[in-house]
C-alpha cells in the first residue's frame, strides 16, 4: 500500500459534475473544431452548468456493462464500495454522449451525408450497450439558420434525420458556426445539462429498483453500497439537498454493520467517506453547525473502533486524517465566505489531527520496534494482482474474504508485519509539524496567541525528535519569552529543558550557557538535583571542559555532540560571552544602589552592588565592573581577581568574589565624582558580571542600568505590596526583597561655609537710591578665591519690575532708564580665612510695590577629597524681600485772598495757592528745596521763593507753602486751565553727603477761570479808631466791554457814622474804573460790621451782592480811643 | 470532579494550579495558559457590551477531545480556569456554576488570611481545595509554618500557631476601637 494510504480519494474531494462527452471534433486539426471545443471548456466559471467535458473519438469504447442480474437470492457481496465506482461515473461513463457532424440544411449531397450521420450514431450507440446514456446529435453548419417555422426544408430534412438516427426531436441541435458561438454554446450546454439530469434520475430508479430484492442478513453491505450510490448519482445530478440525505442514510447503514476485527478497517473507511460528503454538502449548503454536529457525531462513533490492537497506529493514523480532513473543509469554507470564531475554528481540528499524528507515532514507535534482523516478507503481501485493491479499506491479502474468522493465522501475521514494518518508515514528524503549523496558522488568525505559542512548543519538540535541533531551538526560542513575561515558571522550565538539549546536541555554546543560566535562576522548577547537575555542567563549561550529557537523549545524537563538543575545546578563538539578561531570568541577581539621591561634590560618591545567587552550590565570578553614562568613572568601580581557571571550585565559600546560595553579597565602590559634574547625573548604565575565565571560557553577565531582569519589576511589585515581617538578619545582611534599584544620583556642589549679611533700612522710597550693603565673611580653612557678586532684582518676577528696578553700584549718581536690573558677576576678589568685605549697591526702585532681591556669592575652594585636590565651586544666595513706598503725599488747594476755598477763580483777580507736604517716610526726610514753575497761562502777584528749604521732616509732619497768583482773562477754556508744576528737591536725613538729591515733581490741578462783569476791591486801613475818620476808597471797575449802568446804595450801621454818597446811579465805560470814597467814622471798639455796600448791575442780574462779598471786606476791628494824655502822664509818673 | 482548578491572577501568571492527575501536569498547565486566550476575549467582549450586572461565570471557554474547559472572573480580574472530562456528563452548567462560587468563596478566604500577600503564589495545596467534595470545610486562616505542633492555641483561629497568632493578635490591634 502506499505510504499515503490514508490521504482521501481524489474522486471523493471534487466536486461531482455532470460527465458529457463530444465526439466527432477534431480539435487538433480542424480550426472550425477547435473553436467549439475551447468555447465549451475554456472560462467555465460558477455562472455555467456544471459539466465536466470530455473529447473522445466516435468509436471510443466505454467501460462494458455487466450483464443484469435478475435474481440477488444468490449474491454475495465481497466488499462496499470498488475502488473504481466513483471514478468510472466522473469519468469514464458518461452520461450523455454528442455526436458533432458538419451538415448545413441545403447540402446537395443529403442523403449521403444523412446515412454516414446515421452511422456514426449507431456505432456509439453500440459501444454504450445495455447503458441508458443518451445520445445527441449537433450539426455545424456554416450558414446562420432562419427563425423556425420559416425554413421548410430545414424541417423537412430534421425531421429525416431524426428518423434516420433513431433520435427524438430534443436531442438534435444546430450549432451554427457564425460570430455567436459562445451564446450558442451556452444554450447548448443547458440542453446538455437537462439530459444528462434525466440521464442520473433514471440511474438513481435503476439502483433504487435493486433494493426490493435484498435481504437484511447477507446484503447488509448493498444497503450502503446502493445507498451511497444513490447519494453519488444525486450529487452527480447537483441535487445536493437529497445527496445528503442519502448519504446521512448511507451513514447510518455503515454503522448498523455487524463490526470485526477483520472489517473494521473497512467500515471507517466507509464512514470516513460519506462523513466526509456529508460534512461538504452541510458546509455547501452554508449550514457549518450540522457538518460540526456530523463531525463530533462520527468521532464519538468511531473513536473506540481501534480494530487489531497490533495496528493500532492505523486508527491513530485515521482519526488524525479525519480531523484534517474536516480542518480543510472548514477552511475551505472560510475561504468561500464563512466565518468562523475563536473557539470553533479549523485549528482546532488540525490541532487534534496533530494529536493523533503524535499518538501514531507513539504506537508505532512501540509496536513496530522489531529488530534490524527481520526482513520485509517476500512475496510482499501488500502487493495485489493489479496494484489496486478491489474495495476500499479492505486487506489485500484477503480481498473479498468476509468470514470473520482468519482463514490462514499466518499469512495475517505476515501481512501485519509488513504494515508495521511500512509504518517504521514513514516521516511521522514531518506529518505532525505540517499538522502543528496548519493549526499554527489558523490560532493566529483567530486571536490564540497563548494557544500559538503551545503549538509552537509542541513544534519546536517535534523536530527535537526528528533531530532537527536547530529549527527546534528557533521555534522555543521564539516563545520562550511569553511564557516568561506572563510567568508560568513550570512552562517555562519544561521548554528550557528541551532547549538545553537542543543545545547540547549542537554544542552551541552560548545557547547552552544562557540556557543553564536560567534553569538554575528563581524561574525553574528543576529539583535541586537536576540543578546541581545543570551547574556542574555550567561550570565544566567555563573551565573550558566538556559538559556531561542531558538525560534522556538519543545515544546516537549523543555521541555526535560529544565529538562536537571536543572540537569546541580545541577550538581556539573568542571564548567569551556577553549575555543580556534583562530578557530572561539568570540565576543571579543584581541590584544597583547609590547610598544617597544626590552626593556634594567633595564628598565621595558611594554605591552598593548587591548580588544574589539562586543556583544549588556556592560560585565564583572572576569580575564585576559597572559603567557609568560618564565613563570616566567606569575604572574606578571594578573588582578583578587574578585566579586560575580551576580554582572556579576551590574555597568556594570564601572571598568576595564568590556568590553563596541565597546570600546577598554586598560590594561598595566609591569614587570622587568630577567637578564638571556638578548638576548632572550620574547613572550606572549597565553591571558587568563575569563568571569563569579568559583562560578557559567567559560568560559576562550584562544588566542594564542598576540590575534587574525579566522576572524582577513583578517581584519587586509584589515585594512592595508585601506587609509580611521579615525575620531579623545580622547587622551586615540585608533582605533581598528590601534593597530597591537606585541606579542614579545628582551631583550637587558643595555646601558653602561664608557668611552673607544685608544691612538696609527698609522700606525704600520711590525713585530714591535706596542702599543695601552686602557683608560676606569668610568661614572656610584656607583662602577662597574669584569671590563673585551678583546682585539685584530676582529673575522670574514680574517683567514690569525689570523695567522699574535698576541697580547700581555707585551712589553718587542718579541710575536711570539703562541701569540693569539684576548686576551679574561683580568680581570682589579672593577672602582669607574669616576675612569679611562690605559692599554698596544702590536700588532704585521707580514704582511702589514689593520686590525680592538676590544676592548669590560664589567662589573657588580647593578641597582635598579621597586624597585627591580638587577645585570646587560653591555658592551662597540670600534674598530679601524690600517694599517700596511714597516718601510723602502732597496735597494742593486754592484759595481766594481771604483764605477762602475757591472752588473756580476769577480771571484777572489774584487768590493764593497752597501747598501741603506730608511725610509718608517712617525714615526722616530732609526737603533740600522746592520749586514751583508755573505755566504760561499763570502769573504770580509776588516773589516765588520757597518757604521751606533745608527742612527736616519726621514721620507724619507736614511743610506748607503759600503763592499768590493770578490768571489773566482767557476767554473760556475747557476743563480748566494749567497751574504748573511743583518741584520737590529731597533726600533722606540720615543719607550721606554725596548722594544725590531727588527731585520729585508734582502736576498742580487746573483750575477753572471765570471772567465777572465788575471788579470790586477797597482800600481801607487795617483797622480803625473809635471817633477817629476812616477812610474808604472803593474801586469799581468795569470788566466788559459794555457801558454798565450801576446802582450803589450804602446801608448805614450802628456802629458807623459816614459820609460820601449814599446812594448813587451811575455808569461806567468799559475798561475803566470808578473810585468811591467814603469817610466812615467808627463809634464802638471791637470788631464791627462795615456799612454794606450794595451794588446792583442792571445788564447783569446775576451779580450779587453775596458774589461781591468775596471781594470787599464785610468787617473791621475798631480800637478804642486812645489815651493820649494818659500816655504822656504815665511816661511822667 | 473537576480534574484541575487553577486561580489565574490579573496579570495572567499562574496563582494556583492543582490537578488530580498528577502524572500529565504539564498538559493541563498548558490547557489552562491556553484558555487563558479566550478568557482574554471574553473579558474585553464583557468590556465592551458595558453591562451594569458583571455576570462573573464566563461558561465553557472551548472544548477539547477529552475535557470541557471552563472559566470565571472575579471583579479584581482573577481568573478561575476549571478543566472536566468530557465524559463526565454529571456535571452541567449549574453544578459548574455552583464550584466556581464555592472556589470564589475559598479564594477569598485565603485573601482574607493576614499572611496571605495578594499576588504572590497561593502555596499551600489545599488552600482551595473545598472545591473537591470530599475534603472538608477549609480552615481560614492558615499559618505559614507548615507543622503544627501542639493543640489549638484560639478556639476561633484552630490552624494557627502560637507565634502567628501574636501576630495577627498585633496586627488587628489598629482596627479594634
Redesign the interface.
Known amino acids: 500500500m502506499s505510504p499515503t494510504q490514508w490521504d482521501l480519494p481524489v474522486e471523493l474531494c471534487c466536486r461531482p459534475m455532470a460527465f458529457v462527452t463530444l465526439t466527432g471534433l477534431d480539435v487538433v486539426y480542424n480550426a472550425v473544431h477547435r473553436a467549439v471545443w475551447d468555447a465549451f471548456c475554456a472560462n467555465r466559471r460558477a455562472d455555467r452548468v456544471p459539466i465536466s467535458f470530455k473529447v473522445l473519438p466516435g468509436d471510443h469504447e466505454y467501460p462494458k456493462c455487466r450483464p443484469k442480474r435478475t435474481s440477488y437470492e444468490w449474491y454475495i457481496p465481497k466488499g462496499i464500495l470498488k475502488t473504481g465506482w466513483m471514478n468510472k461515473h466522473l469519468n469514464l461513463v458518461p452520461a450523455l454522449v454528442v455526436v458533432f457532424y458538419e451538415l448545413d440544411w441545403d447540402e446537395p449531397q443529403w442523403k449521403e451525408k444523412q446515412s454516414e450521420c446515421a452511422t456514426r450514431v449507431e456505432i456509439v450507440r453500440q459501444s454504450l450497450q445495455g447503458r441508458n446514456t443518451k445520445v445527441a446529435v449537433v450539426l455545424i453548419q456554416k450558414k446562420t439558420p432562419l427563425p423556425p417555422g420559416e425554413d421548410v426544408i430545414a424541417s423537412e430534412r430534421a425531421a429525416a434525420l431524426c428518423n434516420a438516427c433513431e433520435l427524438s426531436g430534443k436531442s438534435l441541435f444546430v450549432l451554427p458556426h457564425t460570430d455567436h458561438l459562445v451564446g450558442y454554446i451556452i444554450r447548448l450546454e443547458n440542453a446538455f445539462y437537462e439530459h444528462a439530469q434525466t440521464y442520473y434520475y433514471t440511474e438513481i430508479r435503476r439502483v433504487k429498483s435493486h433494493k426490493e430484492f435484498l435481504n437484511k442478513t447477507t446484503h447488509q453491505l448493498l444497503f450502503v453500497r446502493h445507498q451511497f450510490k444513490i447519494a453519488f448519482f444525486s450529487e452527480l445530478k447537483q441535487d445536493t439537498q437529497n445527496a445528503l440525505k442519502n448519504y446521512r442514510t448511507a451513514y447510518n447503514l455503515v454503522h448498523e454493520l455487524r463490526a470485526h476485527e477483520t472489517n473494521i478497517l473497512e467500515i471507517k473507511t466507509m464512514a470516513g467517506f460519506i462523513n466526509y460528503k456529508i460534512c461538504r454538502l452541510c458546509f455547501q449548503h452554508n449550514t457549518p453547525l450540522d457538518a460540526i454536529a456530523q463531525f463530533r457525531k462520527h468521532?464519538d462513533l468511531c473513536k473506540k473502533k481501534i480494530g487489531s490492537a497490533e495496528l493500532s497506529f492505523e486508527h491513530a493514523a485515521w482519526m488524525s486524517k479525519q480531523f484534517q480532513a474536516f480542518g480543510d473543509l472548514f477552511d475551505e469554507a472560510i475561504k468561500l465566505g464563512l466565518t468562523a470564531i475563536?473557539?470553533q475554528n479549523p485549528g482546532?481540528y488540525y490541532q487534534?489531527a496533530a494529536?493523533y499524528a503524535q499518538e501514531r507515532k507513539q504506537l508505532a514507535k512501540s509496536l513496530c520496534n522489531h529488530e534490524a534482523s527481520i526482513m520485509y516478507p517476500n512475496p510482499d503481501p501488500l502487493e495485489t494482482q493489479t496494484g489496486v485493491l478491489d474495495f476500499y479499506g479492505q486487506r489485500s491479502w484477503r480481498q473479498g474474504i468476509l468470514s470473520f474468522d482468519l482463514s490462514d493465522p499466518e499469512k495475517e501475521k505476515v501481512g501485519v508485519l509488513a504494515i508495521q514494518l511500512k509504518e517504521r518508515n514513514v516521516a511521522h514528524s514531518e506529518i505532525i509539524i505540517t499538522l502543528l503549523s496548519n493549526a499554527v496558522a489558523q490560532f493566529k488568525k483567530y486571536?490564540?496567541?497563548?494557544?500559538k505559542s503551545?503549538l509552537m512548543?509542541q513544534m519546536g519538540e517535534e523536530y527535537y525528535y526528528a533531530k532537527d535541533y536547530t529549527k527546534a531551538l528557533k521555534l522555543l526560542d521564539y516563545v520562550m519569552c511569553d511564557?516568561r513575561s506572563?510567568?508560568?515558571w513550570?512552562?517555562l522550565t519544561?521548554i528550557l529543558t528541551t532547549a538545553l538539549k537542543c543545545s547540547y546536541l549542537m554544542a552551541q555554546l552560548k545557547d547552552y550557557i544562557t540556557y543553564s543560566l536560567e534553569l538554575l535562576g528563581r524561574a525553574s522548577t528543576l529539583k535541586d538535583d537536576q540543578k546541581s547537575r545543570i551547574e556542574k555542567n555550567l561550570i565544566n563549561v567555563l573551565m573550558n571542559e566538556s559538559p556531561d550529557p542531558e538525560p534522556d537523549c538519543d545515544i546516537f545524537a549523543v555521541k555526535t555532540a560529544q565529538k562536537l563538543w571536543a572540537d569546541r575545546i580545541s577550538l581556539a578563538g573568542s571564548n567569551i560571552f556577553t549575555i543580556g539578561v534583562q530578557d530572561f531570568v539568570p540565576f543571579v541577581q543584581c541590584k544597583a544602589k547609590f547610598h544617597a539621591p544626590s552626593f556634594h561634590v567633595d564628598v565621595p560618591v558611594e554605591f552598593d552592588i548587591y548580588l544574589k545567587a539562586d543556583c544549588p552550590h556556592p560560585i565564583r565570578f572572576s569580575k564585576l565592573c559597572v559603567s557609568f553614562n560618564n565613563q570616566e568613572y567606569n575604572q574606578f568601580c571594578v573588582i578583578e581577581e587574578a585566579s586560575k581557571a580551576n580554582e572556579v571550585l576551590e574555597n568556594p565559600t570564601q572571598g568576595k568574589m564568590c556568590l553563596v546560595p541565597g546570600k546577598t553579597r554586598k560590594l561598595l565602590f566609591k569614587f570622587v565624582a568630577k567637578t564638571e559634574d556638578v548638576g548632572k547625573k550620574i547613572e550606572i548604565t549597565s553591571v558587568d558580571l563575569a563568571l569563569g575565565n579568559e583562560t578557559g571560557r567567559c560568560v559576562v553577565l550584562n544588566w542594564q542600568g542598576g540590575g534587574g531582569d525579566a522576572a524582577s519589576s513583578?517581584e519587586a511589585?509584589?515585594a512592595a505590596?508585601?506587609?509580611?515581617?521579615r525575620p531579623k538578619l545580622p547587622d551586615n545582611e540585608v533582605h533581598w526583597d528590601s534593597i530597591i534599584i537606585q541606579a542614579s544620583t545628582m551631583i550637587i556642589s558643595r555646601v558653602p561655609n561664608i557668611s552673607v549679611h544685608l544691612r538696609h533700612e527698609p522700606p525704600a522710597l520711590t525713585n530714591e537710591m535706596y542702599c543695601l550693603v552686602v557683608t560676606v565673611q569668610s568661614h572656610e580653612k584656607t583662602q577662597i578665591r574669584d569671590v563673585k557678586l551678583t546682585a539685584g532684582l530676582k529673575p522670574g518676577q514680574d517683567a514690569n519690575l525689570t523695567q522699574k528696578t535698576h541697580v547700581t553700584l555707585h551712589g553718587t549718581e542718579l541710575c536711570d532708564e539703562s541701569y540693569p536690573a539684576l548686576l551679574t558677576d561683580i568680581p570682589v576678589g579672593d577672602l582669607h580665612p574669616g576675612e569679611q568685605l562690605e559692599k554698596m549697591l544702590y536700588v532704585r526702585c521707580g514704582t511702589v510695590g514689593s520686590r525680592m532681591f538676590l544676592v548669590y556669592v560664589s567662589y573657588l575652594i580647593n578641597i582635598t577629597a579621597e586624597e585627591k585636590e580638587i577645585v570646587c565651586k560653591c555658592h551662597k544666595d540670600e534674598t530679601v524681600t524690600i517694599e517700596t513706598v511714597f516718601p510723602f503725599d502732597v496735597a494742593v488747594k486754592f484759595v481766594s485772598t481771604k483764605f477762602e476755598h475757591l472752588e473756580r477763580v476769577y480771571a484777572d483777580i489774584p487768590f493764593l495757592l497752597m501747598t501741603d507736604l506730608l511725610s509718608a517716610s517712617p525714615w526722616a526726610l530732609t526737603v533740600v528745596s522746592s520749586e514751583l514753575q508755573l505755566a504760561p497761562s499763570m502769573t504770580t502777584v509776588d516773589q516765588l521763593e520757597s518757604q521751606v528749604d533745608n527742612v527736616v521732616l519726621q514721620t507724619g509732619e507736614s511743610a506748607s507753602e503759600c503763592f499768590c497768583l493770578r490768571c489773566p482773562s482767557l476767554g473760556n477754556v475747557e476743563g480748566g486751565v494749567a497751574t504748573g508744576h511743583y518741584i520737590i528737591s529731597w533726600k533722606r536725613t540720615s543719607a550721606m553727603e554725596n548722594i544725590p538729591v531727588i527731585r520729585t515733581v508734582i502736576t498742580l490741578p487746573h483750575v477753572i477761570v471765570e471772567n465777572i462783569p465788575l471788579h470790586v476791591n477797597a482800600d481801607l486801613p487795617s483797622f480803625g479808631r473809635v471817633r477817629e475818620s476812616l477812610p474808604v476808597k472803593y474801586h469799581l471797575q468795569n470788566k466788559t466791554d459794555f457801558v454798565q449802568d450801576v446802582e450803589i446804595s450804602v446801608e448805614p450801621s450802628d456802629a458807623f457814622m459816614f459820609s460820601g454818597l449814599k446812594q448813587i446811579r451811575l455808569r461806567i465805560l468799559p475798561g475803566t474804573e470808578q473810585e468811591m470814597l467814603y469817610n466812615f467814622y467808627p463809634l464802638m471798639a471791637g470788631y464791627q460790621q462795615l456799612p454794606s455796600l450794595n451794588i446792583n448791575l442792571l445788564r447783569f442780574p446775576n451779580f450779587t451782592n453775596q458774589l461781591l462779598r468775596r471781594f470787599i471786606p464785610t468787617s473791621i476791628f475798631v480800637k478804642p480811643q486812645g489815651r493820649l494824655m494818659d500816655d504822656t502822664s504815665i511816661a511822667a509818673a | 470532579m473537576a480534574v484541575c482548578i487553577a486561580v489565574i491572577a490579573k496579570?495572567?501568571?499562574?496563582l494556583y494550579?492543582r490537578s488530580t492527575p498528577t502524572e500529565n501536569?504539564?498538559k493541563f498547565?498548558?490547557m489552562v495558559?491556553?484558555s487563558?486566550?479566550?478568557v482574554d476575549?471574553k473579558i474585553s467582549a464583557m468590556a465592551k457590551a458595558l453591562v451594569d450586572q458583571r455576570e462573573l461565570y464566563l461558561d465553557l471557554?472551548?472544548p477539547?477531545?477529552d475535557y470541557k474547559v471552563y472559566g470565571y472572573v472575579t471583579n479584581s480580574k482573577v481568573k478561575f480556569v476549571m478543566v472536566v472530562d468530557s465524559s463526565n456528563t454529571a456535571l452541567r452548567d449549574n453544578e459548574i456554576r455552583s464550584m466556581f462560587r464555592k472556589l470564589h468563596n475559598s479564594y477569598t478566604d485565603v485573601m482574607c488570611n493576614p499572611?496571605y500577600?495578594?499576588?504572590?503564589r497561593i502555596q499551600s495545596r489545599w488552600a482551595l481545595l473545598p472545591v473537591s467534595a470530599s475534603s472538608p470545610g477549609g480552615p481560614y486562616f492558615l499559618c505559614p509554618h507548615p507543622v503544627q505542633v501542639g493543640p489549638a492555641f484560639c478556639v476561633l483561629l484552630p490552624s494557627l500557631c502560637r507565634t502567628c497568632l501574636a501576630?495577627l493578635v498585633a496586627k488587628m490591634q489598629p482596627f479594634g476601637k
Open positions: 468521532i475563536q473557539t482546532f487534534q494529536y486571536k490564540c496567541p497563548r494557544m503551545h512548543v511564557y506572563e510567568g508560568w513550570t512552562l519544561s513583578q511589585l509584589q505590596r508585601s506587609f509580611k515581617r | 496579570e495572567n501568571y499562574p494550579i501536569e504539564l498547565h498548558y495558559h491556553t487563558l486566550d479566550v476575549e471557554l472551548y477539547t477531545e499572611f500577600n495578594p499576588g504572590d501576630i
